[in-house]
């Protein structure tokens, strides 16, 4: 069983920077394609962006482009966000997730197979 760990949530003024870190307990990632996802209070868990196991292919919502930046050093078994430009409305709940059978899972739930347990990100106005 593969457990996901993300660190690296808080809380951020509007316009703020946030590094997010996700790296698997007892197993490498780096045969697996990867992807962040997030909840807002209220809402259905929304995609944000995957990137492909070898890091070459990356997709992002259109929400995040241009502000996000998902990398992976499979060197370290860690994948990365880099949120710039955070808006209020990035505020939610970001998971990481990891799929076992898709090289670029994409932004598709059911593709994933591992999920962390989330961490809070908060941007104020």
């Known amino acids: ?14 316009g703020g920077s946030l590094r997010l870190s996700c790296a698997p307990s007892g197993r490498t990632f780096s045969s697996y394609g990867m992807g962040w996802f997030r909840q807002a209070p209220g809402k259905e868990r929304e995609f944000v962006a995957t990137i492909a196991w070898g890091g ?55 593709n994933y197979d591992y999920w962390g347990q989330g961490t809070q990100v908060t941007v104020s106005s």
């Open 1 to 14: 069983q593969v457990q996901l760990v993300e660190s690296g949530g808080g809380l951020v003024q509007a």
């Open 56 to 110: 070459g292919s990356k997709y992002y919502s259109d929400s995040v482009k241009g502000r996000f930046t998902i990398s992976r050093e499979d060197a370290k078994n860690t994948m990365y966000l880099q949120m710039n430009s955070l808006k209020p409305e990035d505020t939610a709940v970001y998971y990481c997730a990891a799929s076992t059978r898709y090289r670029m899972p994409g932004n598709y739930i059911p």
